[in-house]
């Protein structure tokens, strides 16, 4: 059974970070992605990675414009665990935040993504 579970959510100034982790157990994927959703609003791509095989040999990542030079995915192999570093934090980075995975190629679309998580909040105060 494939679990994706995120941690590390939590209330913070503007300008703070916070780092979400996204446990992965039952399956191994080799694309992985961070989408959030604000209240009222649509769910929407922030960042993703993509590793060329189970080697973990060769990794690209893709970010929304907003987050761009300020959040960062990174993958700890050895705790099959997808990380997301958030610095500079903006109020308008508040939201609900969920770990994604499929195979094949990255994509942006929630719709693409097989397997999500339960979601972690971060709210970021002005």
């Known amino acids: 059974q494939v679990q994706l579970v995120e941690s590390g959510g939590g209330l913070v100034q503007a300008g703070g970070s916070l780092r979400l982790s996204c446990a992965v157990s039952g399956r191994t994927f080799n694309n992985y992605a961070w989408f959030r959703q604000a209240p009222g609003k649509e769910r929407e791509f922030v960042a993703a990675?993509?590793?060329?095989?189970?080697?973990?040999?060769?990794?690209?990542?893709y970010y929304a414009d907003s987050v761009k030079d300020r959040f960062t995915i990174s993958r700890d192999n050895a705790k099959n665990t997808v990380l997301l570093q958030m610095n500079s934090l903006k109020p308008e980075d508040t939201g609900v935040y969920y770990c994604?995975?499929?195979?094949?190629?990255?994509?942006?679309?929630?719709?693409?993504?097989?397997?999500w998580g339960q979601g972690t909040q971060v709210t970021v105060s002005s």
């Open positions: 990675s993509a590793w060329r095989d189970t080697s973990w040999s060769y990794t690209r990542t």
């Open positions: 994604a995975a499929r195979y094949g190629s990255t994509r942006y679309e929630v719709s693409e993504y097989d397997y």
